[in-house]
């Protein structure tokens, strides 16, 4: 996956910003034609807060999942939402994060883990959002999903 921005920096020169996620080389950022590799914070879910330093800009490399997001002097470009570091994600939704992901492998396998990545991005996500609620909420319905395909699936082998 791909995306690119222009940046325009308090000089008025144009930066070329580009992410690439996944692929051979890995996750990377292109500034100016710069190659800098980007690292998960996270072993379960890609989750990569990469600042950005440009003369008179403050630039934020924000990827959740498949989610990628570019914020200038702290202000995401594609919705004018306030920047929020990653690193405010709570403890206690990693550890959540954790659980959907072992038990989605117990119950299910491959597709369990498929289905727990895609319910703790949107998890991680509300978390950051401060919306506590949905973000306890969805890894434990990733948990029950994982559980009920796992449960069907075994009722078909028993036939």
């Known amino acids: 996956m791909r995306k690119e921005?222009?940046?325009?920096d308090s000089a008025g020169n144009v930066h070329k910003v580009q992410c690439n996620l996944g692929g051979l080389g890995g996750n990377k950022v292109i500034v100016?034609?710069?190659?800098?590799?980007?690292k998960s914070s996270n072993w379960f879910i890609n989750v990569v807060d990469y600042q950005i330093n440009l003369p008179g800009a403050s630039c934020n490399l924000v990827i959740i999942g498949?989610?990628?997001?570019?914020s200038v002097n702290g202000v995401f470009l594609d919705d004018g939402?306030?920047?929020e570091p990653v690193s405010n994600v709570p403890v206690w939704e990693w550890v959540?994060?954790?659980?959907?992901?072992?038990g989605g492998f117990f119950f299910n396998g491959v597709v369990g883990i498929c289905i727990s990545t895609l319910?703790?991005?949107f998890a991680v996500k509300s978390s950051l959002?401060?919306?506590?609620?949905?973000a306890v909420v969805l890894p434990i319905i990733s948990l029950v999903v994982t559980f009920a395909l796992g449960m069907?699936?075994?009722?078909l082998l028993q036939y």
Do not use: C, H, M, Q
């Open 96 to 102: 959540l994060v954790g659980i959907s992901f072992v």
């Open 81 to 83: 939402k306030p920047y």
């Open 32 to 38: 100016d034609n710069d190659t800098y590799k980007l």
């Open 152 to 155: 069907f699936f075994t009722s």
């Open 66 to 70: 498949n989610n990628i997001r570019l």
């Open 129 to 134: 959002e401060k919306k506590t609620a949905l």
């Open 5 to 8: 921005w222009n940046v325009t």
């Open 119 to 121: 319910f703790t991005a």
